[in-house]
DNA sequence: ATGTGACTCTAAGTCCGTT
DNA sequence: AAACGGACTTAGAGTCACA
């Protein structure tokens, strides 16, 4: 089970990195700013499909979020 | 926008590799068979969340699994 | 520029089967 | 062992008004 929060604050920290707000980058992934909004806050748990797109905003790799979140697992396991 | 038809056969591939069987691989993964076998068939496709629990039984990476179906997609592009 | 609640719609995910 | 189908529940996708 991977939390959906941590995803969302992983996403948040390359957005954060990238200078985008969540207005500009919700535009270029073509999703709803509100429901981004939700993602990065863990409210809502992103499919693969929609990792790709906030990958693609980022201009970056999908398979670098997630092995972001590999990392972040490893390091803080979860109980 | 990610076809899951082609996240089927990139998660099949690695199954076939490790020589399981659907029935076990989804019981590893806490996956409903009938379910798995609808996402390697392309008729559903899986939530970051489920992808986890796939690469966990495949005991790989899921970044792994992703950058796959990056290369996929670049070698073989979409209309 | 972001958070939140309240929606509707769609698909993921479960469970029962049969071929 | 795996494809395939139906009916069901849950949760993300997508949208809006408002703070």
Redesign the pocket.
Known sequence: MVS?ALVGQVIQSYRLRKGM???VLSGLA??????Y?????GL????L??LFKIAQALDIPPSDIVRQIEQQISEYPEP
């Open positions: 959906a707000s969540q207005e073509g999703l709803d700013r509100t429901h909004s939700k993602i990065e806050r809502r748990s992103p499919t499909d929609t």
